[in-house]
């Protein structure tokens, strides 16, 4: 069967079709391997702070020793991380994973009601929380079960007189630490000096052990656990170094690491990938002040970086980011949500560099396809399936379609969860008795074996009769010079049932609505082009910079 797959073709020279799923049995397994091939290596950097792969060794190390000795914390007890990316997280993370725990990756964003949700849900007995979302906790401690609370500042691993400055700065001069009252917390680093003085004793880690319970975002429900297992870890591992092996030198990259690693897609890509490879980790706190991130790639020698489309947009229209050294540069990897052409291109002829799409999910670890690195531009595809991933297009009665047909796209591979945790009724609703995952997205395959997404199902608009798909409507209006960003959605329509509306943030504040519906009508048919336009100072975004179409499709209903 595996020769009869058409993407086969379009891999580049040396990547397999199959990985090997048993070299390692578990995380860490690989990280105790990375460890030792290289110790005198920097593993993260984070606010100049560098930490080698020995000191990540030791100190996770000693951090599982206090989670087993200190809290008595048993395999497979649930551990919530409610930090942002520094470099406490790689410690507790790989700490977590050392003592046999599943790791719970929290938002530090969440309201709490949201908190509450997921600790409760998932049962967690133990958490780690950065100071200034510890009043968040306080709120709702009483009503979970947790019961061992770890409290850090961002200064706390950068030691000497700067950390306990950059400490200082937040609680005192920005006020960015909220007042909290958690009279039970240890601080992080008393439990990393309580840990230290223990022996970590032998915990037996199978590859079907749940390594982390992943939350889906809750955009279009109750947010659900996602399962996955130290074997979906591996695998998409394994899956995405097979794919950059080509392109990533063992011991010599710089990873740039905007994303939060609390999500699937930074914990997989950044945070064990590049662990793999030896890489450098550059921990990048707070992305979303763009003249700091530019200022801080201006001091590293980075060679990779992933980000989904606001980002790289962002870093383009941030003065500095054009005067870059680039020289080292050899790809850049977008996803969670579509890359849109005009943000590609621009950042070709900035950078130097193809922005290759890719394209994954929480369930599925996260990588399913990724376009080859070597592709000489942008060609607007989410790429082909990885090693050892099946993918196919099914129609609503879950029967294959012919190339070219757009129906949902369903994924078949060692990297799909094992379940929504404690849902059976909901993993049922998505993965059939074939063991294909329903990914909710429309999408479509090419001759050469290339797949596309044309949209999120329950995104699409219906104008009269006809299929109107966002990322479409995006697509031609972002290339408008006038447009810093800019969503589609559908709102009801007397005439047509659906008529399509765009929120616009302006890049030329004379740029108006007459504007861009006489643009659109030289690139969209009729039934596509917006009849509302509304313009913005901003729009709404998930953590990872995601636009959140629904909360424009609920506040246009809302005002009609």
Avoid at 128 to 140: C, G, K, P
Avoid at 471 to 478: C, G, P, Q, S, T
């Amino acid at each position: 069967m595996t020769a009869a797959w058409p993407w086969l073709k379009q891999y580049p020279k040396g990547i397999p079709a199959e990985i090997d799923l048993d070299e390692f049995p578990s995380i860490v397994s690989i990280l105790e391997s990375s460890c030792g091939k290289f110790k005198d290596k920097v593993a993260f950097e984070n606010l100049g702070k560098t930490l080698r792969y020995r000191d990540i060794d030791r100190l996770s190390k000693a951090f599982a020793c206090y989670l087993i000795h200190q809290c008595k914390l048993k395999k497979g007890d649930r551990i919530a991380l409610m930090l942002p990316n520094v470099l406490q997280y790689p410690i507790a993370i790989f700490g977590a994973l050392r003592a046999g725990l599943t790791v719970v990756n929290t938002n530090p964003m969440y309201t709490a009601r949201e908190l509450k949700h997921q600790l409760n849900d998932s049962g967690a007995t133990a958490i780690v929380v950065l100071e200034n979302f510890a009043s968040v906790l306080q709120e709702v401690l009483a009503d979970t079960k947790v019961n061992h609370v770890l409290v850090t500042g961002v200064g706390d691993m950068l030691g000497g007189f700067k950390g306990t400055l950059v400490n200082f700065m937040l609680r005192y001069v920005k006020k960015a630490v909220p007042a909290y009252r958690l009279p039970q917390a240890v601080s992080f680093t008393q439990a990393l000096a309580d840990g230290a003085r223990h022996s970590l004793p032998s915990v037996e880690i199978q590859p079907g052990d749940i390594a982390f319970l992943q939350y889906t975002g809750g955009t279009t429900g109750v947010s659900k656990g996602a399962m996955l297992t130290h074997r979906n870890l591996v695998a998409n591992m394994q899956q995405a170094s097979a794919w950059i092996g080509h392109r990533a030198d063992m011991g010599a990259e710089h990873i740039i690491t905007a994303l939060p690693l609390y999500h699937i897609f930074a914990l997989t890509a950044n945070c064990l990938v590049f662990m793999k490879f030896g890489a450098v980790n550059h921990l990048i706190t707070n992305p979303r002040d763009m003249p700091g991130f530019v200022k801080s790639l201006s001091k590293i020698p980075f060679t990779c970086i992933t980000g989904v489309n606001t980002l790289f947009n962002g870093l383009l229209n941030t003065p500095g980011f054009d005067q870059l050294d680039f020289t080292r540069f050899k790809f850049a990897l977008g996803g969670g949500m579509a890359v849109q052409r005009a943000v590609a291109e621009r950042w070709k002829k900035v950078t130097g560099c193809t922005l290759s799409e890719a394209y994954g999910l929480t369930e599925t670890s996260p990588a399913v396809c990724m376009n080859p690195l070597d592709l000489p531009e942008y060609n607007g595809s989410i790429g082909v399936p990885v090693p050892s991933t099946e993918v196919c297009i099914q129609d609503e009665e879950g029967q294959q379609l012919a190339t070219g047909e757009v129906g949902e796209l369903c994924v078949r591979g060692p990297q799909v969860m094992k379940g929504y945790w404690q849902r059976p009724d909901e993993t049922a609703k998505v993965i059939d008795k074939q063991g294909w995952l329903h990914t909710g997205d429309m999408a479509k395959m090419d001759e050469e074996g290339f797949f596309y997404i044309v949209d999120r199902k329950k995104d699409m608009i219906l104008v009269s009769g006809f299929n109107v798909y966002p990322n479409e409507i995006e697509d031609v209006v972002a290339a408008h010079p006038g447009v810093l960003e800019v969503a589609a959605v559908g709102v009801p329509d007397e005439k047509s049932g659906e008529a399509v509306k765009l929120v616009i943030v302006k890049k030329d504040p004379a740029l108006d609505a007459a504007g861009i519906k006489e643009f659109c009508r030289s690139h969209l048919t009729g039934y596509k082009q917006p009849r509302h336009i509304e313009f913005r100072t901003e729009l709404p975004k998930s953590n990872v910079g995601k636009i959140l179409r629904r909360e424009l499709r609920d506040s246009a209903t809302a005002t009609r």
